[in-house]
Every structure is written in C-alpha cells, then in structure tokens.
T-cell receptor
Framework: TQLLEQSPQFLSIQEGENLTVYCNSS?????LQWYRQEPGEGPVLLVT?????EVKKLKRLTFQFGDARKDSSLHITAAQPGDTGLYLC????????????FGTGTRLQVTL | GAVVSQHPSRVICKSGTSVKIECRSL??????MFWYRQFPKQSLMLMAT?????????EQGVEKDKFLINHASLTLSTLTVTSAHPEDSSFYIC???????????FGPGTRLTVL
C-alpha cells in the first residue's frame, strides 16, 4: 500500500506557536481525511475534504485539499498542549475498493 | 459521531496460542470493516478488508491463515491471530465504514503482547 508522505515527521513547539503539517502523494484521491491519535488509542477523525481546493476550518485548525487532490495541509494556529498527538492524513483513492491509504504520520508535541 | 468498540483492549498470551479480537459498530451498520496493525511510533498499515457475508480481502504480505477474519453480521467483525508469536505483538486497530458518507470510524485498538 503506497503511503502518503507527511512532513515534518516530528514537531516540538511551544504553546502559542503556529504550525503546518503537509501530506503529499503522487496519486489522486477522491477524498482525504485527517485524524489525530493519542497513545494507546485509535485515530479520531478530524475532517474530511473532498473537493480540490477545498478549505475547512475546525476552531484553530485549518485544512486544505490541493487543487489536484494529491496533497493536503493542516495548519494549527496558537497551538495548545491539548493539540499534542500523532496526526495522520489518509486518502481514499479513486477507483479502488475505497480503502484508506494512510500517511506516514506527524508527531506533534506542544509544551508550555 | 459513530462509535466503534474493540474487545479486549489489552491481551497478553503465550507463544503458540490463538487470540480473538472483536470489533463492533455500536450505533450503525457496517458492511465493510478494516483491520490495521500499528507498530510503535509508526502509521497504520492495512491488513485486510472485512466484508459482511463474504471472505476478507488481505493485503499483500499478510498471511490469511494466520490472521483469520470473520464478519458474520453488520455490526461485528473478528480477527483471530492463530499460533501467535512474539513478532505478532502489536497494536491492532479496526475501523468500520459508515455507508451513508463513506467515512471510517476507528476503534480504540487492542494491544497484543505475545510472550
């Protein structure tokens, strides 16, 4: 299963800083989802984007789907310690059995 | 939101024994469920797709005779790790696909430790 490449792999920032996580692939996806996972738990869905160029906001989180539907980004404004976790993007490839292809993951640590 | 449960949450077993993990969609029906494996600090790797009433579809490199999947109802899929060995120790996560909007909702995971 081809993985989506996420960058950075690890990010440690202080509370109040802004950050952007990128999710890139050479494949086109019919939709792309972002999840956050905490240690010992399953991923929790944050958002689904389906239209090229789409931008969705969830409080301090802004998600964008690339025009060509091959990439996405997650921007967090004024990060808080509660944002700490593993962020995963996952794409649903067009023409497949709708299996999700998961990204390599970005581990975010927000300190006081 | 949709809720998916897994049981057990943790299991420790001896090498050579079999372990069954259950995945249930609590408030919706799921014709398709997925089983993933996650190693420490890594992303999720899809093991197999479980379809209600039919055989599971396994990803390349996943032994179907070792990881038995049964999807007997629209709300329950089970993964049985047969003749478990220490290298099977991992975090196993299931997800259920909601047919209304094709979103996947994940269970809380099962940590398997094989001694």
């Amino acid at each position: 299963t081809q993985l989506l490449e996420q960058s950075p792999q690890f990010l440690s920032i202080q509370e109040g800083e802004n950050l952007t996580v990128y999710c890139n692939s050479s494949s086109v996806f019919s939709s792309l989802q972002w999840y956050r996972q905490e240690p010992g738990e399953g991923p929790v869905l944050l958002v689904t984007v389906v239209t090229g160029g789409e931008v969705k906001k969830l409080k301090r989180l802004t998600f964008q789907f690339g025009d060509a539907r091959k990439d996405s980004s997650l921007h967090i404004t004024a990060a808080q310690p509660g944002d700490t976790g593993l962020y995963l993007c996952a794409g649903d490839r067009t023409g497949t059995a709708s299996k999700l292809t998961f990204g390599t993951g970005t581990r975010l640590q927000v300190t006081l | 939101g949709a809720v998916v449960s897994q049981h057990p949450s943790r299991v420790i077993c001896k090498s050579g024994t079999s372990v069954k993990i259950e995945c249930r969609s609590l408030d919706f029906q799921a014709t398709t469920m997925f089983w993933y494996r996650q190693f420490p600090k890594q992303s999720l790797m899809l093991m197999a797709t479980s379809n209600e009433g039919s055989k599971a579809t396994y990803e390349q490199g996943v032994e179907k005779d070792k990881f038995l999947i049964n999807h007997a109802s629209l709300t329950l899929s089970t993964l049985t790790v047969t003749s478990a060995h220490p290298e099977d120790s991992s975090f196993y996560i299931c997800s259920a696909r909601e047919t209304r909007n094709n979103e996947q909702f994940f269970g809380p995971g099962t940590r398997l430790t094989v001694l």
